[in-house]
């Protein structure tokens, strides 16, 4: 047990599990998934939201198991290595509007930082704004951490509190079962599906299931954080969770080069647009509030899969800000940004620069 | 007598920050960090060791570690 746990907090266990991510993306896109979209927390939040009915974007209703499996993964991971620790209590408000604002953000650009690495990987060229975006975001966020930015210190929980976020998965995914797609139909039962469109486009439901089990399992084990990545290099000069972002990458170009899924260009590509300014803008509004709140959306699933009830919040942050984005026309679509999409990326940028700069706290 | 540097209960990376600004400040000695997550002890001990300190002792009490840091 203790050799695992070592190797997974080694360069070479971040980078192996980047690239299992990386390769089975690529495989979920062969498998059904969408265009470069073969795993992407933001859009599979968003579809997770429409398929429950908290928007009713017609295109964009999946209940996408990988976002089940990520938290029941992690959790399982969290309970063999004893690294369950139920946790609430650190601004909580603070980070369901963090979360919220980083879902709109993430759907002006079109994607969570895993996407923008995965549509790079598949030669989409929109995804080197997005991801410039995402450093600059990040970087705006490491001067309030250097400046004090602090949400405060959470609590140890009763171990039922740290249940809740898996429990409410696991009733996700009886609903899955229970309302299967019905052929050309938008409703079945209580659940709603894409007749076309992205949210018509997914892998089969067990597979999608293991590899989100397996991709939690493995990234609860590693602390596998693409908004970490940028934010130790900047801060730290450390490259640890960089070599796993880059692994995850690399793994995913070779792949989609196997299977032909690289198609280099700028217009065209899948549930992407070509707006620059907003593909970087959107990202630094989604990079600042991943700092903020101290993950990337990955990252706060698999934290809340091992019982930390603060990113649970923002998760549910997440899943309203979908809501909102697609019920106020906030989200981007391959046409270009959406009617206030750049209304909500400039109140985006206000609201956090207002969290940033008044909330601070020296802790030492 | 060493430091002691409470990081229980802050999330990433606040436990770092505050560990690494107090090894500057210190440059050699003994300092004791208290930390409540397994990401925490790993992320501590691993930027304690760029600056050069040892992890030395590593106590595990109830759910939560306290990692002693040296530099000579």
Redesign the interface.
Same mark, same amino acid.
């Given at each position: 047990m203790s050799a695992w746990r070592d190797f997974f907090a080694s360069r070479l266990g971040i980078i192996s599990v980047g690239a299992f991510i990386g390769v089975f993306a690529s495989l979920l896109q062969k498998w059904g998934n969408p265009g470069n979209m073969g795993i992407c927390v933001a859009c599979m939040e968003r579809d997770v939201a429409g398929a429950i009915g908290f928007h009713r974007a017609a295109m964009v209703q999946y209940l996408r198991p990988e976002i089940i499996g990520f938290v029941l993964g992690a959790m399982a991971a969290a309970f063999i290595f004893r690294e369950f620790r139920p946790r609430a209590g650190s601004a909580p408000i603070v980070r369901f509007v963090l979360g919220m604002l980083a879902m709109i953000g993430a759907l002006v650009f079109l994607g969570c930082p895993w996407r923008a690495l995965l549509r790079l990987a598949g030669g989409d060229g929109n995804a080197i704004l997005g991801l410039l975006g995402l450093v600059g975001g990040v970087w705006i966020g490491t001067l309030f951490l250097k400046g004090s930015y602090n949400l405060g210190r959470n609590q140890s929980t009763f171990a039922s509190g740290g249940w809740l976020l898996p429990i409410i998965m696991l009733g996700l995914l009886a609903l899955r079962l229970v309302f299967p797609q019905i052929p050309d139909k938008d409703l079945s039962g209580i659940i709603f599906y894409s007749v076309k469109g992205p949210g018509a486009q997914f892998a089969p439901l067990p597979v999608s299931l293991a590899v989100g089990l397996a991709v939690g399992f493995l990234a609860q084990r590693s602390r596998f954080c693409t908004m970490g990545a940028i934010r130790d290099l900047v801060l730290f000069r450390q490259m640890h969770l960089l070599s796993g972002m880059l692994a995850l990458l690399v793994a995913a170009f070779l792949v989609n080069l196997i299977l032909g899924q690289f198609k280099p260009g700028f217009a065209g590509q899948p549930v992407a647009h070509t707006m620059g300014l907003w593909n970087f803008a959107g990202m630094v509004v989604a990079g600042l509030a991943f700092t903020l709140a101290g993950g990337c959306p990955g990252r706060q699933l698999f934290l809340a899969g091992e019982g930390d009830g603060d990113a649970a919040v923002f998760v549910l942050g997440m899943l309203v800000g979908a809501a909102v984005s697609h019920n106020f026309g906030l989200a981007s679509s391959p046409a270009g940004v959406g009617p206030y999409g750049i209304h909500a990326v400039l109140l985006s940028l206000a609201a956090l620069l207002f969290i940033g700069f008044t909330m601070r706290q020296k802790t030492s | 007598m060493s430091d002691i *540097? /409470? %990081? #229980?209960? +802050? @999330?990433?990376?606040?436990p770092? +920050? *505050?560990t690494? &600004?107090?090894l500057k400040t210190l440059n050699q000695g003994q300092v004791v960090v208290l930390v /409540? =997550? /397994? =990401?925490s002890r &790993?992320?501590v001990l #691993? %930027?304690a060791a =760029?600056l050069g300190w040892q992890a030395g002792d590593i106590q595990v009490e109830g @759910?939560e570690y306290r990692l002693t840091l040296k530099k000579e």
């Open positions: - | *540097i /409470d %990081a #229980r209960g +802050l @999330s990433c990376p606040q770092v +920050l *505050i690494l &600004e107090k /409540d =997550t /397994d =990401t &790993e992320n #691993r %930027a =760029t @759910s």
